[in-house]
Every structure is written in C-alpha cells, then in structure tokens.
C-alpha cells in the first residue's frame, strides 16, 4: 500500500504542521505529483498549495525508501531556519513514523533519515555548496535562489553512476529565469477538466475560464458555470495532449507540472478577480502568485482578445487561391486562409485502420484544386511525402531556422530542394503576432465564439530575450547581443500552422507573391469583403455563422 508517497501518505494518517491529516480529495492535483518520482521535475506554483508539505514528505520517503542523500536548498540560511524550523520540524513531530525516521528531528541544518542523510542549505553562500556528496539536489523557491550556486550543487551529483537527481520548485517570476528554465524543457503538464454541462475538456485559464460579472468560473465552450467539482476531477496531461502514466512520454528532458489559484477549491472567482483588481498589486504579481506563471510584458505576448477583434462575421467567398497551413504533432492543427482572410481551422486527429489525419488535408486538396498546403517537418514525414506524391508541387515541407540577419525571412528550395522552404522562426512569428495586433489586417471569418478556441493558442505564446554575453578578449559582435525567441506555455500549434500559411500566401497568393520585405501581410485587402448569399445558395463553403456546426460537416 506504500510504495508511492502519496499511498504511504494515506497508510500512515501523515499530518501537516498544524496537525491537520493530509487529504487529497479537494486537492486531487496533488496526488500525481506526490507520487512523481521522475530524476528531473519542476513544479510552477502560486503560494498555498501544500506544497510545503509535500516537499517535506517527498524528500523523508526518498531519503528512507530509496537511500539517496539530499541537498535541500533555500534562498537563503534565513530561509532554512524558517521552513525547516518553523514547518519541516513540526510536521515531523505531528508523525510518529517520522519521529521514527528522523534521528535528529530538533536540528535545522541536516538530518539523518535512516541510513541516510539531508542536508539544508541556503544558496548566498559558496561555501555551503562544497563537499556534500548528493543522490538528489531539491532546489525550493528557486526564483529567489543564487543560479550560480544552484549550478554549483550540480557537482555535488557527479558521483552517483544515475547522474544523479534534481528538482526543482518555485513560484516563478520572469520568463526565462529561474524555475521557468527548467519548465521549458519539461513536457508542461496541465490539469485538464471536463464541462459537466457539454463534456468538453480544458485547462482553466485567466481570463477565458472566469466569468466577471457573475463571479463564476465558466467552461470556455459552452460559458455555462463549473462547479466546484469539474474544477477538483481532472487529469494531467502534458503538451501534447497525453495523460500523465507515471512516466514522461515524448523526448524531453524533465517532468513539469503547473498549478495556478483557480485550480484551487477554497479560490472562488470573486477572489481570482479581487486579486487582478487589486490596486497594491502589479501585473506581475498576479501572474507569479495568482496564476503561478511567469510574467511576459505586453510587447512579448498577444492576448486572445486581441486576435479575436479580428473576427468578421462575413462570409469569404474562397474564390481565391486556398492555402493550407499545417502544424503536426499530436494529431494535426491546421487553418485555411486566401487573400480575404481566414476562413477556416479546425484538428484532424481521428486514426483508424483506414483513415489518417492527412486523409483530412488530401480531403481539402482536393476540395481547392489550386490549393497549396504548408507542413511543419517535425511530424510524419510519410504522410507528407505521400501527399507530395499524389499533388505534386502543391504540398511543402517548412524548417524553421535560427534567426539570421538578412532582409529575406523566407527562403524557397529550388531544383533537388524544391518542396522545402526555410523560415526565420522567430521574425516570421513576430511579424505574424505584429499584423494581427493591426487589428482587420488579418481577418478571421467567423464569430468570436468560433475563433476561441484559434485564439487561446496566441495566448500560450510569449516572447523571450536571450542574451548572449560577451566572451573575454574576443570583441566579436557575433559572439554576443540579444534576440527573441518565442516560447510556449501550453498548445501553440494554430500559432504555427497560421504562420505557415502565411508563408505559402506569400509566395501562392496571387499579387501577395509580389510583396517583398517584412510586410508579407500588407496585400491583404480590408475592405471589398463579398455580402453573405442566402445560406441554401451556399455550396460546399464555410460560412461564418456556421462555422462549427455544418462546415465541419461539409467535409
């Protein structure tokens, strides 16, 4: 009945340091976290989320359980007679099995936990980072934290033949410092909840997921009310859609969870909002302790509300050439867009032992005959070649390379390269993000509620600046400066395949393929939108106000 933590939690009637048992029926997002024992996690959190308590239990059960010595740091050794005074040692004394374990349950700086030992340190001190052997380095409030002394601990894990373990939690601060670092190279688990009202599933999020005037959270689809429950079952899944098994599935490097206040059973609406209003608090602090993210400044995202003041509740009259833009992965994301705008997107994901979701795209090929499709080269490169093979010269393969400075962000493969084209991610993403924000330059064709789902993938997005220091005695420009790269949070593939189609607009667009320098979107016509025929004059087109219901049902 113990062999995880949270098992051994329950068996053993564990209490925290106000002698209260741990239950995990109001907090059942915590139990997959106790009981992750993967070599590299990181944890993004606001306060008052007991992970306090799990951070104590966590390290007691490795240390007995699976002998591995612990390095447990604090910003600071203030901070270290804090938590382990104030709260590690109270929780061991509420727990006779602990008062068993722990030896020297009254000490602050190390304690023995059967045959092995934990060691508490702050991080403004070299000197504590040198001569602990480590099985497991625990980093806590890692924003707060010294990075170069938590670097320092890494040596502290080059005798143990596994390489050792790390973990790493924290309230963040700002985009690619501190614990975010580690949440970029994890597989970005959030918790996913189901609407009881229309069954669809989602992961709450500020502001989509609250309802302001009636002080309630809401579903994202259908805006009818959650209750407490929705909000308290979910599952964890991680960026690609996968639930979490136990393991990390996919190529990455750590196990990342995410845990915001509205997950929470004890925050109502009323105080997610009360804590956005709150005039003592910046932007930032909501999001580091509200949201528990990192803060991006406005230049560096785009809100959705942004990209759905673009919606036109007209109908494209798709007689211009058709692109398609695709983005792969866990299924595929996919938009379709010509001169007019964007008039459809939706996810093919159905695998059968007769159909795939390139069915789906060969299905919209042949739907447009002068239609192009632009896909991403990280995915199924079989069914794109296969595609390739049946509509030649109209299916592409993009490969996103670092940013160069040049004029041209976008580069087509010509003779044995033909089919290929080359983009400069993170200029063409910004470009892309820039013509949106010129609000009717980009026209999605359809309603708000249609685009929702389209625009929440801008709103995991944020721009990064990564500076390059320069390197002593060599005075070379080339060596150092700043770019920005985009980064995610959560889903992003409409962000990429619109940025893909964009790319195949410019060159396939008719007078678009014209356009030359940054403004690839500049062709786009604003006006001279073509008037809604009666809908039973419509014939196999996507029209706007039945974007969801009957164009689906079209293909």
């Known amino acids: 009945m113990e062999g995880l933590p949270a098992l051994w939690t329950i068996k053993h009637q564990i209490k925290n340091e106000a002698g ?17 024992l993967s070599p590299k996690q990181c944890l993004l959190k606001p306060p008052q989320i007991g992970a306090t308590v799990m951070n104590a239990i966590k390290s007691f059960y490795v240390a007995k359980k699976l002998r591995r010595q612990i390095i447990y740091t604090l910003p600071t050794a203030g901070d270290v007679q804090d938590m382990v005074g104030g709260s590690f040692n109270r929780i061991i004394a509420q727990n006779p099995v602990l008062l068993e374990w722990v030896k020297d349950h009254d000490t602050v700086e190390q304690k023995s936990v059967g045959d092995s030992m934990i060691f508490y340190r702050g991080t403004f001190t070299q000197k504590q980072a040198m001569m602990i052997p480590s099985g497991l380095n625990i980093h806590d409030e890692v924003d707060a934290s010294d990075p170069d002394i938590i670097t320092q601990y890494q040596n502290r894990l080059q005798a143990q033949e596994d390489g050792g373990w790390s973990w790493y939690f924290s309230h963040p601060s700002i985009a690619g410092h501190g ?19 229309c069954k669809a599933k989602q992961v709450l999020t500020w502001p989509e997921s609250v309802n302001v005037s009636r002080e309630t959270y809401v579903c994202k689809t259908c805006k009818e009310d959650l209750p407490n429950e929705a909000r308290a079952n979910g599952v964890w899944v991680n960026k690609d859609g996968v639930p979490w098994s136990g393991k990390i599935e996919g190529d990455y490097q750590f196990s990342g969870w995410h845990v915001s206040q509205l997950m929470l059973w004890n925050k109502s609406a009323k105080d997610i909002i009360t804590s956005f209003n709150d005039p003592l608090k910046d932007k930032q602090f909501f999001y580091n ?16 509300a942004v990209v759905l003041r673009n919606c036109v509740d007209q109908v494209n009259d798709q007689s211009s050439r058709t692109i398609i833009g695709a983005d792969t ?8 867009l010509n001169k007019q ?27 447009f005959p002068r239609s192009i499709a632009v896909f991403d080269q990280g995915g199924d490169l079989i069914g794109v070649r296969k595609l390739q093979a049946e509509f030649p010269g109209r299916v592409f393969l993009c490969f996103y390379r670092k940013d160069r400075k040049s004029v041209d962000l976008v580069q087509w493969g010509e003779n044995d390269e033909y089919g290929k084209v080359t983009v400069d991610r993170n200029r063409m993403m910004t470009l892309v993000v820039e013509q949106i924000r010129d609000i009717g ?18 709103g995991n997005m944020y721009r990064e600046r990564m500076v390059t220091k320069e390197m002593k005695d060599k005075d070379n420009k080339e060596l150092y400066g700043a770019e920005y790269v985009w980064k995610r949070n959560g889903p992003d593939h409409f962000c990429h395949a619109l940025l893909y189609a964009v790319v195949g607009l ?13 403004d690839v979107l500049a062709g786009i016509p604003r006006g001279n939108i073509v008037e809604a025929p009666p809908v039973d004059t419509i014939v196999g087109q996507y029209e706007a106000r039945a974007f969801t219901s009957e164009n689906k049902a079209v293909l």
């Not at 509620?449 to 993938?457: L, N, V």
């Open 441 to 458: 330059r980009v026209r999605l064709n359809g309603s708000k509620d249609e685009w929702a789902e389209f625009a929440s993938h801008f």
């Open 289 to 304: 302790y509200v949201l528990g993210l990192p803060y991006v400044s406005s230049d560096d995202r785009i809100e959705p």
């Open 179 to 197: 614990v975010d670092v580690y949440w970029q190279q994890s597989d970005m688990k959030e918790w996913q909840i189901e609407c009881p009202a």
């Open 506 to 518: 410019q060159r396939y667009g008719g007078e678009m393929a014209k356009i030359v320098g940054d």
């Open 329 to 336: 992965g866990h299924g595929i994301h996919y938009v379709l």
């Open 341 to 367: 705008g964007v008039f459809y997107y939706d996810h093919a994901n159905e695998i059968t032992a007769s159909k795939t979701p390139y069915d789906v795209i060969k299905g919209h090929l042949n739907k």
């Open 20 to 36: 209260f048992p741990i239950e995990f029926t109001k907090r059942k997002f915590l139990w997959d976290i106790y009981n992750d």
